[in-house]
């Protein structure tokens, strides 16, 4: 079976420091992987997707980025946080084309800045 | 631009009554929609993915169905359980990759 996995759990950082948030699957090949971050009040927002290794696309402008070394490794980043990237940071996968597939979401990320 | 709304943003009811939850988008040129639960300070767990040619789905004492023409979506909860209690998400699947959520309806069920 699937497992989806996500660290740390919780984070809370200063205002100007970095970041890096880890996102692993476990039992697939190739997934569509997703970074999305839900907001005190908001929808979640779509960050960025990435079809395959080395592959990212961005969905909003922001401060921050994203890679993806490993076939099933999705890593958030920033160089600079900023006090409005405080929120709730979730990894999503799915099989194949996305398009029509169901999304599967990992335990998240909360992340406050000071 | 694709907008997902959920109405209401609360409801509590009994445990036993049997409770309807809405979703409305404003594009009806979508491939699927998914509805979600999340409890809080947790991920979120896929219930029912309605594909666009779909009228309707079910499981266990879920049913989600799909108007698109009129852009609805209701989730149906039979008999509902505390269990049930936490926010339940709506999301819209149009373009290849991306998902568009409603802000949720979070339920409570009381004993």
């Known amino acids: 079976s699937q497992t989806i996995h996500q660290w740390p759990a919780t984070l809370v950082q200063p205002v100007g420091s970095p970041l890096s948030l880890e996102c692993t699957v476990e039992?697939?090949?190739?997934?569509?992987l997703y970074w999305y971050r839900q907001a005190a009040g908001r929808g979640l927002q779509l960050l960025f997707y990435?079809?395959?290794?080395?592959?990212i696309s961005s969905e909003v402008p922001q401060n921050l980025s994203a890679s993806r070394p490993q076939d099933r490794q999705f890593i958030l980043s920033s160089k600079k946080l900023l006090l409005s990237d405080s929120g709730f940071y979730l990894c999503?996968?799915?099989?194949?084309?996305?398009?029509?597939?169901?999304?599967?979401f990992g335990p998240g990320t909360r992340l406050l800045v000071l | 631009k694709q907008e997902v709304t959920q109405i209401p943003a609360a409801l509590s009811v009994p445990e036993g009554e049997n409770l309807v939850l809405n979703c409305s988008f404003t594009?009806?040129?979508?491939?699927?929609l998914q509805w979600f639960r999340q409890d809080p300070g947790k991920g979120l767990t896929s219930l029912l993915l309605?594909?666009?040619?779909?009228r309707e789905q079910t499981s266990g004492r879920l049913n989600a169905s799909l108007d698109k023409s009129s852009g609805r979506s209701t989730l149906y909860i039979a008999a509902s359980q505390p269990g049930d209690s936490a926010t339940y998400l709506c999301?819209?699947?149009?373009?290849?990759?991306?998902?568009?959520f409603g802000k949720g309806t979070k339920l409570s069920v009381i004993p």
């Open positions: 999301a819209v699947g149009a373009g290849s990759y991306q998902l568009t």
């Open positions: 309605i594909q666009s040619s779909q």
């Open positions: 594009d009806s040129a979508i491939y699927n």
């Open positions: 999503a996968w799915t099989y194949g084309s996305g398009a029509g597939e169901t999304q599967y």
């Open positions: 039992g697939t090949s190739n997934p569509n």
């Open positions: 990435s079809v395959g290794i080395g592959q």
